[in-house]
């Protein structure tokens, strides 16, 4: 991964083979960030991606990893939870017929490149766990 400061922003460009997820997360945790906003558009390898089944309290996933697909979309925050950060994210993604599907994303590895930016909020929001819902939200 590489990276570069503009004003209050980060624009990364993680690499081939890399761990979305776990790279943002790691980025986070070497320059002190609590809560950010992430954006970015690229390529991907594999992705695992779902939806939360509410009545289930669960998270359905299914994994792609037949093609590089594009990132068309991909979008979410950073927050803190428990010992921890949580990076919390959606998107979008096409795949070489042009077919499009998303949702929640656990992980995903990049196939050529993905461009985030990474904006910090001066905030330490944490993520808490909700009765009714079964997720960790903002606790705001």
């Known amino acids: 991964m590489r990276f570069l400061k503009v004003d209050e922003r980060y624009i990364l460009r993680i690499e081939r083979g890399e761990l979305v997820h776990a790279t943002i997360h790691e980025f986070c945790n070497q320059h002190d960030i609590k809560n950010a906003l992430v954006s970015g558009i690229g390529a991907v390898?594999?992705?695992?991606?779902?939806?939360?089944?509410?009545?289930?309290?669960?998270?359905?996933?299914?994994?792609?990893?037949?093609?590089?697909?594009?990132?068309?979309?991909?979008?979410?925050?950073?927050?803190?939870k428990e010992e921890g950060l949580f990076v919390h994210a959606h998107?979008?993604?096409?795949?070489?017929?042009?077919?499009?599907?998303?949702?929640?994303?656990?992980?995903?590895?990049?196939?050529?490149?993905?461009?985030?930016?990474?904006?910090?909020?001066a905030s330490s929001i944490k993520r808490t766990f909700d009765d009714d819902t079964g997720l960790y939200l903002m606790d705001i």
């Open 91 to 121: 998107a979008t993604f096409s795949d070489t017929k042009n077919q499009v599907f998303g949702g929640h994303v656990d992980e995903m590895r990049v196939g050529v490149v993905l461009e985030v930016a990474l904006t910090p909020l």
């Open 45 to 80: 390898e594999w992705v695992r991606c779902g939806y939360y089944d509410l009545e289930a309290r669960e998270y359905r996933f299914k994994e792609y990893d037949s093609e590089v697909v594009e990132v068309t979309s991909y979008l979410g925050n950073v927050m803190q």
